[in-house]
């Protein structure tokens, strides 16, 4: 009885996982008008945290300050004040504070934006449960 070859692909390896996940993160992203978030860990209060800041975009699609109108720098600091901190103790408290909150506006206004913190919100809680540093994509 001849053999029928296995038509199953073998699961993607660790590295062929980072390796998609890489080039994904180089796409074209349109940037969010109602702002960005800068994600970072509060170990000792166990929380994840989000400050929230405005921005303008600009006829070439650069984030820029709303007050100066220059172009947000895309390495280093930029000394500007948040017009909101969420936190949150899992992804998905901190999810619902800024989408699902009555009193507040949601600040997101593009779907794959979203999209997007959800998975760092993740990630982010991911290195805290485990105690690892957590850099934002």
Known sequence: MPMTPNLTPDPPTE?????LDNKLSKRFIKLDP????????????????A??????????????????????PTRGGVN???????????????CIAIFENPDMPCPIHYLDHAAYLGREFV???????????????
């Open 123 to 137: 990630r982010a809680e991911i290195a805290l449960i485990n105690n690892q540093d957590y850099v934002q994509d």
């Open 15 to 19: 590295a062929d996982l980072t390796a």
């Open 80 to 94: 500007r004040q948040e017009t909101r901190l969420y936190t949150g103790r899992t992804a998905k408290e901190l």
């Open 34 to 49: 109602g702002g960005y978030f800068l994600i970072y860990l509060d170990r000792d209060q166990g929380l994840i945290c």
């Open 51 to 72: 400050k929230h800041f405005t921005n303008t975009i600009n006829e070439k699609g650069l984030a820029c300050d709303p007050d100066t109108g220059q172009p947000l």
